[in-house]
């Protein structure tokens, strides 16, 4: 593990009463697979748009290779090499499966051919290729999340965060995105994975964080993490003692 | 991030399916002659002639709208502010200073450019009909400005220019020579659109029309691909009132700014004949213009106001049923025949 490429230092954030993030720091080394988990209304997407800069922490602050990127737009951290997807997708409907990813790769190839060309290697990838002529609009859900991902990987990003990408595919669709984001962390990127599939988590094996009602409650290695008493209340509730 | 595999073959034809600018072209070139044919046909038809040069005028106007209103979803209705900058940037330069319009096109789209992108800088934090209402609002203040400044404008009574024929001086006697002039304004427009459509900026204006969200995570700067649209949209449109003022040659506030004649009419078009598409506008303004007159004429005469009711009535049915207009749907149906065999 190397120093820390993308963390935050104490953040929270509040909406009105409510603490969403409450005072968590942590680092990711450049190279990195995290997985962040937690149960519904942790925390785990808010914590991704402060990282991403579609939201900005209430208190702390956003570094990345050693700089405080807190104040920067969502647009300029993409420029830096912060590329995500979305759990919710934002699928451009009126343009093509191929024209989509290619708003991604226009970031680094202005022309029109080149951008086609970086989009449509990153829609095999994630197994769209064969359908990149098609309004973007026709995809089913499980689709539209792959087409997020290839997006995200048309940018050329650093770092990838991916908001359950996985939700509502099917076990041949997952297992193609487990080893899309394990060749991709081998050929050096660092990847940071909101997950609730434990068999994924399990996985990537790595580092896994875990966040509960705001709160970090745990960061170790999958199966440190995953046999950990607090984490289990946290997932299946209290046992009886 | 290259696929290591190689390129499969299969999908090549995906690449290969990109329109580019210069596949674009023999269409372009196409439109151009096939209007060019038009106006030789009519050149000696007075009446037709002018429907004619008026609805290659609105055709210049509408594509120009569309760029920002369509590609960049920026629903506008304060284009005849840039109309009339244009219109009075040329008009007071050849009247005091007896500057030719050719020239003045520079300061006129410069002007109008840069007064857009000032007045949009505010104005696009508003989304959807908001915006459309604050545009509305900016005609508004237009109006009063123009009435104010008469020095410039002329005020109510309006703003005259000495007639003075000759091709530099953008004044001709035949009338055929103002259809082939708008012809070129209307060919320069597309031209640009065509451009803008089919590069980065065009796509990026897509994106952030479809979802501000996802253009900003990947890496747009929404705020000015949205002012260069404007910027771009707004210069075209003052280029158009330069050519409209030397063919009219008296021009005042309440026709040049009128909310229904200019500002309106020409976002209608572009919506009837096809919102977001390239040709979709111009042909709107080749089908509205004409039944516009039309119906002024007959229906109009005949019940006061009837003749907008038509027109609503039009852009309701083509709102509910032809979402990218006319266009839009005449290309859809084509799509499906072509599916079929």
């Keep these: ?241 | 991030m290259r696929s290591a595999a190689g390129p499969v073959p299969d999908t090549r034809s995906a690449v290969d399916g990109v329109w580019t600018v210069r596949k674009e072209l023999p269409i372009w070139l196409a439109v151009v002659c096939g209007l060019g044919l038009l106006v030789f046909l009519l050149s000696g038809q007075f009446f037709y002639l002018n429907l004619l040069t008026v609805a290659l005028l609105f055709g210049g106007l509408a594509v120009s709208w569309n760029i920002i209103g369509g590609y960049g979803g920026q629903f506008s209705i304060a284009h005849s502010v840039f109309f009339a900058i244009g219109a009075y940037t040329a008009g007071n330069l050849f009247k005091h200073f007896d500057i030719s319009p050719w020239i003045s096109l520079i300061p006129a789209m410069v002007l109008s450019a840069g007064i857009a992108a000032l007045v949009s800088w505010p104005v696009f934090r508003l989304k959807g009909p908001f915006f459309a209402i604050a545009t509305m609002a900016l005609t508004e203040v237009a109006i009063a400005f123009a009435m104010h400044f008469d020095l410039i404008t002329g005020g109510a009574s309006g703003l005259t220019i000495p007639y003075r024929a000759g091709l530099e001086n953008m004044i001709f006697q035949a009338r055929w020579a103002y259809a082939v002039l708008f012809l070129g304004y209307l060919a320069a427009a597309l031209a640009v659109s065509v451009i803008v459509y089919r590069s980065r900026l065009g796509f990026y204006l897509q994106a952030v029309r479809d979802n501000e969200n996802a253009a900003e995570a990947s890496g747009i700067n929404v705020l000015a691909t949205k002012l260069k649209g404007m910027a771009i949209s707004a210069a075209l449109t003052g280029a158009g009132g330069v050519f409209y003022m030397m063919y009219v040659r008296i021009v005042e506030p309440a026709g040049l700014l009128s909310l229904f004649d200019v500002g309106v009419k020409i976002a209608l078009i572009a919506l009837i004949g096809g919102i977001g598409t390239i040709y979709g506008p111009l042909l709107g303004a080749l089908l509205l213009i004409p039944l516009d007159y039309w119906l002024r004429a007959f229906v109009g005469s005949a019940v006061p106001g009837g003749n907008l009711m038509v027109l609503a009535l039009i852009l309701i049915l083509g709102a509910l049923f032809m979402k990218r207009g006319i266009f839009g749907a005449l290309k859809q149906a084509l799509d499906a025949v072509w599916r079929r065999q």
């Design chain 1, 1 to 241: 593990m190397s120093a820390v490429h993308l963390g935050i230092e104490t953040v929270s954030k509040r909406f009105g009463g409510i603490v969403a993030v409450n005072d968590v720091s942590f680092g990711v080394g450049s190279g990195d697979l995290v997985s962040l988990i937690g149960p519904n209304g942790a925390g785990k997407t808010t914590l991704f748009n402060i990282l991403t800069g579609q939201l900005s922490p209430t208190a702390g602050r956003v570094v990345y290779e050693g700089a405080d990127i807190s104040r920067e737009r969502p647009s300029r951290r993409a420029r830096l090499g912060l590329g995500r997807t979305f759990q919710i997708s934002q699928t451009l409907t009126s343009l093509t499966v191929l024209e989509n990813a290619m708003i991604g790769a226009f970031l680094h190839h202005a022309a029109l051919r080149e951008a086609a060309e970086t989009a449509l290697a990153a829609l095999e990838k994630v197994g769209l290729d064969h359908r990149a002529g098609e309004l973007a609009g026709h995809l089913t859900l499980g689709e539209r999340r792959r087409l997020e991902v290839a997006r995200a990987l048309s940018m050329e990003p650093r770092v990838l965060l991916l908001d359950e990408v996985m939700a509502g595919l099917n076990q041949t669709e997952v297992n193609r995105i487990v080893d899309l984001v394990l060749a991709l962390n081998e050929a050096g990127h660092t990847i940071i994975v909101i997950e609730h599939n434990l068999k994924v988590v399990r996985a990537f094996s790595k580092r896994v964080l875990v966040l509960d009602r705001g709160n970090l409650i745990a960061d170790g290695s999958a199966s440190e993490v995953l046999s950990d008493p607090d984490v289990i209340d946290a997932y299946i509730g209290k046992k009886k003692r």
